[in-house]
C-alpha cells in the first residue's frame, strides 16, 4: 500500500489544499477544508463536518464518472477528508452547462424566464480571475487566447475536447439524479492537463451544482441556499449542512446493479467465437450476459423452455439469437415472447442471413451482421431503464468522436 503522507503545499485555495505526494510520483493529495464560501470569498463561514461531506460527494461523483469511462484525475480517497488525485496544471477555465435558466443566467439575459429549458443543454465557459469576478469568455475568446497548460496550446481541437466532454458529464449525472427523482439544473466543472491529457479535474461537490427534488426549486439542496441568505446564523448553516449530507447520502443511490440480462441464444456450439464476441462487448458495458444453447429446429421444446425460464424471471431480457444456417431460432424466439430478440447470424452464412431478414409476419426481431453491433443494440434497450448502461454508451460514442479529432489533428499537422 502507498505512503499517503503529504509532503509540501501545492496551492491553497477557499475550501481546499492540493499538497504533494513524496512516495507516489505524479499525484497529489487534495484536502478539503470545514469552510464554506460565496460571491468570491465575499462571503465566507466555517462549518465543521463540510470537508467529509464534500470529500465523499466529490469520491462518488468522481467513481462514477471513472466507472463509465469518463477520462478523470481521480485515484482513490485517502481519507474521510482528502483523496489522491494526478497531479494536473488546471485549465484555468470553468465550464458551466445548463439545464434550467436561473441563478446568474438570468441576471446576464434580461427577458428570459426562470424555468426556460435548454435542449441541448447550454455551455458557457467563464476565465478563473477572482479579481474581476471570473468573466464569461466566448469560445472565440478561449480559443485566440492561446492558453499554455502542461504542455498543451489551448486550440480549437482542445476546446471541442473539453465542450463535448463537459456536455457527457454533465448528461450522465442527470440521468443519474433523474433516477431518484432529483434535477440537475446547471453544473460547472474544470479540466486538468496530466501527462499530456486532458481531463476533468479538481473537485465536483455541492459547491458544483444545483440540484432541485423532484424539480421544485423550493426544495433546493445546493450551495444556492446559503448564497440566498440574508443573514447567516448557526441555525441555517447546520441546515446547509444537512442538506449537503442528504445529497452524499443519495449519492449511493446512483450506481444500481444492472437490472436487465442479454441472453445469447446459440444455434450450435461451432457458433461459440462469434458468440464470446457479443459476450465480450456486453462486458464491457456491465451489461450481464448470459450464453444458452439450443436449435428452434431440433429441439423445439427445450427452446420454448428456456424462453419460459426467462419470461417467467423479474429480470427483463434481451435475446440475441446465433443461428449458421437457416435461422428458425430468432423467429421462434421472436414469436413466442414479448422480449426484444437480435438476430446476429456468423459471418459467411447467406442462408441465416437471408432467413434473418426475412421472417414471417407478425414477428418483431430485427438483425445486424457484426458481434459488436448485437451487443451495442441490447445494450441500448437496456440503457433505457438503466442510467449507468445508457451513460457508458454515451462516453463511448464520446470516446469515438474524440479518437476520430484526434487521428484528424495528426493528419492534418503532418
Excluded at 443573514?231 to 449511493?252: G, M, Y
Excluded at 418483431?364 to 451482421?369: N, P, Q, R
Amino acid at each position: 500500500m502507498a505512503d499517503l503522507t503529504p509532503g509540501k503545499l501545492v496551492i491553497e485555495g477557499k475550501t481546499k489544499r492540493i499538497l504533494e505526494l513524496p512516495k507516489l510520483p505524479g499525484s497529489v493529495l487534495v484536502q478539503s477544508k470545514d469552510r464554506i464560501t460565496a460571491g468570491d470569498g465575499a462571503r465566507a463561514h466555517d462549518l465543521a463536518g463540510k470537508a467529509e461531506i464534500s470529500t465523499a460527494t466529490t469520491c462518488k461523483v468522481f467513481e462514477l464518472l471513472n466507472s463509465v469511462g469518463v477520462k478523470t484525475h481521480f485515484i482513490k480517497r485517502a481519507s474521510e477528508t482528502a483523496f489522491v488525485a494526478k497531479s494536473c496544471e488546471m485549465v484555468p477555465i470553468e465550464w458551466v452547462t445548463r439545464r434550467v435558466a436561473t441563478g446568474s443566467f438570468l441576471k446576464r439575459n434580461v427577458g428570459v424566464k426562470e424555468g426556460y429549458r435548454f435542449t441541448p443543454p447550454k455551455q458557457e465557459t467563464f476565465f478563473k480571475d477572482d479579481e474581476n469576478h471570473d468573466p464569461q469568455w466566448s469560445e472565440e475568446q478561449l480559443i485566440s487566447n492561446e492558453l499554455k497548460v502542461g504542455g498543451i496550446t489551448i486550440g480549437k481541437d482542445e476546446v471541442d475536447f473539453m465542450n463535448r466532454t463537459t456536455l457527457v458529464v454533465f448528461e450522465v449525472l442527470e440521468k443519474a439524479w433523474q433516477s431518484i427523482d432529483c434535477s440537475l439544473i446547471d453544473m460547472k466543472i474544470e479540466f486538468g492537463v496530466a501527462d499530456g491529457e486532458i481531463m476533468v479535474a479538481d473537485v465536483i461537490d455541492s459547491d458544483s451544482w444545483r440540484l432541485w427534488p423532484s424539480g421544485d426549486k423550493r426544495l433546493m439542496k445546493d450551495k444556492q441556499v446559503y448564497r440566498d441568505l440574508k443573514s447567516v446564523t448557526q441555525e441555517a448553516l447546520e441546515e446547509i449542512k444537512t442538506n449537503f449530507k442528504w445529497i452524499a447520502e443519495r449519492l449511493d443511490l446512483l450506481m444500481p446493479p444492472a437490472k436487465a440480462l442479454v441472453v445469447i441464444l446459440m444455434g450450435s456450439p461451432t457458433d461459440s467465437d462469434h458468440c464470446a464476441k457479443i459476450a465480450k462487448v456486453c462486458r464491457e458495458l456491465g451489461v450481464p450476459c448470459q450464453t444458452r444453447v439450443t436449435s428452434a429446429h431440433k429441439g423445439p421444446s427445450e427452446t420454448l423452455n428456456i424462453i419460459a425460464q426467462y419470461e417467467g424471471s423479474d429480470v427483463p431480457t434481451i435475446f440475441v439469437a446465433v443461428a449458421g444456417r437457416s435461422n428458425g431460432l430468432g423467429p421462434v424466439t421472436s414469436g413466442n415472447t414479448a422480449f426484444p430478440v437480435i438476430n446476429c447470424p456468423p459471418p459467411g452464412k447467406e442462408n441465416a442471413i437471408w432467413s434473418s431478414l426475412d421472417c414471417p409476419s407478425g414477428l418483431g426481431c430485427t438483425t445486424v451482421l457484426y458481434p459488436e453491433a448485437a451487443a451495442l443494440a441490447a445494450a441500448q434497450i437496456v440503457g433505457l431503464t438503466d442510467h449507468v448502461i445508457w451513460s457508458r454508451l454515451r462516453v463511448r460514442a464520446l470516446n469515438n468522436y474524440l479518437k476520430i479529432k484526434a487521428a484528424d489533428k495528426v493528419a492534418r499537422e503532418a
